[in-house]
């Protein structure tokens, strides 16, 4: 909005144009729910340059301009998320040290109670 009340003050942008930067800006925000949002910024950057330089209607439709700037996101894997099975390998240290651990089932490491038994037994003070 800042930016909006910049383009009206200096006069860089009509006031009967509001409603094409409004509808502009709201493509960007869509844009950001299926694109990686620094390749949205740059298309955002560009689409400005271009605009400024050849004064063309804000939110005229730039299909070429998205197939070349815009990248899908990447949907997250069970891998990426930590629920895969290669993410329980490693041994979890908070459960390792006290023996219980605040993630529980949902932590992404093991709970290996072999683990904990025995470094509890190195840990007991020793009687002579």
């Not at 006290?98 to 072999?114: Q, S």
Request: hydrophobic share 25%.
């Amino acid at each position: 909005m800042r930016l909006l009340n910049y383009l009206l003050v200096t006069k860089e942008l009509n006031r009967e144009d509001t409603e094409y930067y409004l509808a502009y800006t709201a493509r960007i925000f869509e844009f950001a729910e299926k694109y990686e949002w620094n390749s949205v910024l740059h298309y955002d950057f560009r689409y400005r340059e271009l605009q400024a330089k050849h004064q063309f209607k804000w939110g005229t439709f730039s299909p070429y301009m998205e197939l070349q700037i815009l990248t899908p996101r990447v949907q997250k894997t069970s891998y990426q998320l930590g629920t895969g099975q290669t993410s329980k390998q490693e041994d979890c240290k908070i459960f390792k040290v006290r023996g219980e651990c605040p993630f529980g089932d949902r932590c992404r490491y093991r709970h290996n109670r072999a683990t904990t038994s025995d470094s509890q037994e190195a840990n007991k003070p020793k009687n002579h």
